[in-house]
């Protein structure tokens, strides 16, 4: 993999922010977008923008065809087994919201249990929420290990013949933990529960393979794997979604209407309801291209190689804590003693490094962890060895800049 030749693709890269050059370090939020998914949408607003399905005119054809073969293209990327157990939303949050509503609600009751950890990303922790408000289910969560790891003995200890619902994330959003989602599976399948996997930071970086996993659904976004915002994809088992109702009502997503009584399509479109997200998927599909013709196993050991460089780097700065296992996905969450990340940010920025800072949209996390929030360097496929030695430097700066004022 030539991370120059790589780079070359994302015009945002090649620009200065405050007189240096950018070094994008936000990845983890949303990653940047490669040429060709720019050039795809594009393509679609100029030459055959039109509503998909009904029309049968050519523009409609050329992007209905463009819309479901963006379809087969995820399912492919994601080992779906067919494209009725691939359904386009607006993103993660979305996918685990339509999980929550159609599913939990449907079928939870009072005394079921809902599995959740404390390192989940607030969209996978407040729609299990309201659904055990709901339902009268309760919520139980798998304890965390001193370094933010999981352990399968304590899976099987929360895991109960009354849990229904297994919600996990495949990779922390803070942490870069990559938890041990197929075992889970195994494991909640075996007390007859179901799991459902939040691949946000999971889906841009590794090969993912939903058969294998045998996870019953798997939610990600579009925009953190270099596809435009707006644009998601919920994974669901053909036989879950078939008994699932739709949480949307309206056009595209109906069979027959009558005055008193309606009925619906057959998957996928029963939970598309209205204008799909066409120039999205259009995107999405350009996106996975892109990923694939370099490949998921070559991206995946990139991050590895830069997180592990990054590791050590950090290491080296004094008063600087790192959170989270030594073995990770691509991501490095900090503090700097005494400075407010969002103070170590707007630095970095000065420096054209742009982080993340804040909670993270993990707030149970921040109080396990004693902190009330990070900042956040996260890596992909066009970051380099040397971007990482400019945020040391940068952190440096930072360190001595606070230890002036202070």
């Known amino acids: 993999m030539d991370v120059q030749e790589v780079r070359k693709e994302f015009p945002i890269l090649?620009?200065?922010?405050?007189?240096?050059?950018?070094?994008?370090l936000d990845s983890a939020a949303t990653a940047q977008k490669p040429l060709r998914v720019i050039e795809a949408v594009d393509d679609y607003y100029r030459r055959y923008n039109s509503n998909v399905h009904r029309g049968v005119h050519t523009l409609g054809g050329m992007a209905t065809d463009a819309y479901e073969g963006a379809r087969e293209k995820v399912r492919s990327f994601i080992g779906a087994n067919t494209t009725e157990e691939i359904i386009f939303t607006r993103g993660t949050t979305?996918?685990?919201?339509?999980?929550?509503?159609?599913?939990?609600?449907?079928?939870?009751?009072?005394?079921?249990?809902?599995?959740?950890?404390?390192?989940?990303?607030?969209?996978?922790i407040i729609p299990w929420q309201q659904a055990a408000k709901v339902t009268g289910a309760t919520l139980k969560y798998i304890p965390l290990q001193e370094d933010g790891t999981i352990t399968l003995e304590d899976v099987k200890k929360t895991i109960t013949n009354h849990t229904k619902i297994v919600a996990?994330?495949?990779?922390?959003?803070?942490?870069?933990?990559?938890?041990?989602?197929?075992?889970?599976?195994?494991?909640?399948?075996?007390?007859?529960?179901?799991?459902?996997?939040?691949?946000?930071?999971?889906?841009?970086?590794?090969?993912?393979?939903?058969?294998?996993?045998?996870?019953?659904?798997?939610?990600?976004?579009?925009?953190?794997?270099?596809?435009?915002?707006?644009?998601?994809?919920?994974?669901?088992?053909?036989?879950?979604?078939?008994?699932?109702?739709?949480?949307?009502?309206?056009?595209?997503m109906i069979d027959f209407v009558d005055l008193y009584d309606s009925t619906w399509k057959e998957l996928p479109w029963?939970?598309?309801?209205?204008?799909?997200?066409?120039?999205?998927?259009?995107?999405?599909?350009?996106?996975?291209?892109?990923?694939?013709?370099?490949?998921?196993?070559?991206?995946?050991?990139?991050?590895?190689?830069?997180?592990?460089?990054?590791?050590?780097?950090?290491?080296?700065?004094?008063?600087?804590?790192?959170?989270?296992?030594?073995?990770?996905?691509?991501?490095?969450?900090?503090?700097?003693?005494?400075?407010?990340?969002?103070?170590?940010?707007?630095v970095l920025d000065a420096e054209g490094i742009a982080v993340r800072a804040g909670h993270h949209c993990a707030q149970p996390l921040m109080k396990w962890l004693d902190v009330t929030a990070t900042a956040r360097a996260s890596f992909y496929l066009y970051n380099t060895f040397e971007e990482i030695d400019i945020l040391t430097d940068g952190l440096l700066k930072a360190k001595e800049y606070f230890g002036d004022v202070f």
């Open 14 to 24: 090649h620009q200065q922010v405050n007189e240096k050059p950018l070094v994008y």
């Open 94 to 124: 979305t996918s685990l919201n339509i999980v929550a509503h159609s599913y939990a609600r449907a079928f939870l009751k009072e005394g079921d249990e809902i599995v959740l950890t404390p390192m989940e990303h607030h969209s996978n």
């Open 168 to 252: 996990i994330s495949h990779v922390s959003n803070v942490l870069g933990t990559m938890n041990p989602v197929k075992e889970i599976t195994r494991m909640a399948h075996e007390q007859g529960a179901i799991t459902v996997i939040d691949g946000a930071q999971s889906a841009p970086h590794m090969k993912i393979n939903v058969t294998d996993l045998d996870c019953d659904f798997y939610a990600f976004s579009g925009h953190k794997l270099g596809a435009p915002t707006g644009i998601g994809v919920l994974y669901g088992k053909k036989a879950l979604l078939e008994q699932m109702e739709p949480v949307e009502f309206g056009g595209e």
């Open 270 to 346: 029963k939970f598309e309801g209205g204008t799909p997200i066409i120039a999205g998927a259009i995107g999405l599909a350009a996106a996975i291209d892109f990923l694939e013709d370099i490949g998921m196993d070559q991206i995946h050991q990139h991050e590895t190689e830069l997180v592990n460089y990054a590791f050590e780097k950090l290491q080296t700065i004094d008063d600087l804590s790192i959170y989270g296992p030594r073995k990770r996905a691509g991501l490095i969450t900090f503090n700097l003693e005494s400075v407010h990340p969002h103070d170590v940010a707007t």
